[in-house]
């Protein structure tokens, strides 16, 4: 999975790349809209466990769950086709396993801890039309845990039920990783207004063990229930589809005839009557 996993975010890594030198050479020389834009977004995810290196763990079923996430963002035009887009984000990693534990029991175990990321994407996109223009993204993440729980229960022959908070004990403190996915921009006008909207599908994936350092070494008890072992490394994942609406910061002229100069304002009554 891991070959597979690194032969797309790199794959992806070159197309877009690919793409971008494209699309900077089309626009050498060429003026294009510098205006940048601010906005917000949301969505929902869809967050998983990559157990790395236990192939047992990483065979157990991880139920489909959607989450939600959002925050702000920036749009910072680079060159035609290009732009820069970093943002903050509320999001929500962990996963949720139901199975049969091999003395028989039914065990639920799942994590849900809440982070918040700065993310660094560059989209690369095709400006077909001002209402279409379809983008492939790439970029970095960093993020920082906030709160969360880790819930384990299973039934009989050794039955347990308990929720931990998800503290420095027995999840990591920071998150790390990148993400690859595309997308579709627009500009729009809204009545005087112009508005740009971005509809996008990614795939995160961390680099990050997040599993406590305070139970590997013992200092902290480990909460064990098969699906939970420090042994190895646990990277998150997700998969995340987002609508952004974002609004350019062009400025306002208060004055329509501001940039006339004096010799071509009109001095005549009619001239005074309108303002002129």
């Given at each position: 999975m891991f070959k597979k996993m690194k032969k797309v975010l790199l794959l992806s890594g070159l197309l877009i790349g690919i793409i971008g030198n494209i699309f900077a050479q089309m626009s050498s020389g060429q003026p294009f809209d510098k205006t940048i834009a601010l906005g917000l977004k949301g969505g929902v995810n869809?967050?998983?466990m990559w157990y790395f290196n236990?192939?047992?763990l990483s065979q157990l079923p991880q139920k489909d769950t959607l989450t939600i996430m959002g925050g702000i963002f920036a749009d910072i035009p680079l060159s035609e086709g290009v732009s820069f887009a970093p943002e903050v984000i509320y999001v929500q990693r962990g996963t949720d396993m139901r199975y049969e534990h091999r003395t028989g029991a039914q065990v639920h175990y799942s994590i849900k801890v809440a982070y918040a990321d700065l993310r660094l994407p560059m989209?690369?996109?095709w400006p077909i039309k001002t209402y279409f223009q379809p983008y492939l993204v790439a970029g970095a993440e960093a993020g920082f845990r906030l709160f969360g729980e880790i819930h384990m229960d299973r039934t009989a022959p050794i039955a347990?039920?308990?929720t931990l908070p998800a503290d420095s004990s027995n999840m990591f403190l920071v998150h790390a990783g990148a993400f690859a996915g595309?997308?579709?921009r627009s500009r729009i006008n809204v009545g005087a207004m112009e508005v740009m909207l971005k509809l996008s599908a990614t795939f995160h994936q961390g680099f990050v063990d997040s599993y406590s350092p305070y139970e590997k070494n013992g200092t902290a008890q480990a909460q064990n229930v098969n699906a939970y072992q420090i042994s190895g490394m646990r990277w998150p994942r997700g998969l995340e589809v987002c609508l952004g609406i974002a609004i350019p910061l062009k400025p306002i002229l208060k004055d329509a005839c501001a940039s006339f100069s004096n010799d071509r304002r009109?001095?005549?009554n009619r001239g005074h009557l309108f303002g002129y």
């Open positions: 869809m967050p998983r236990n192939a047992a989209e690369f996109y347990l039920d308990e595309a997308g579709v009109h001095h005549g």
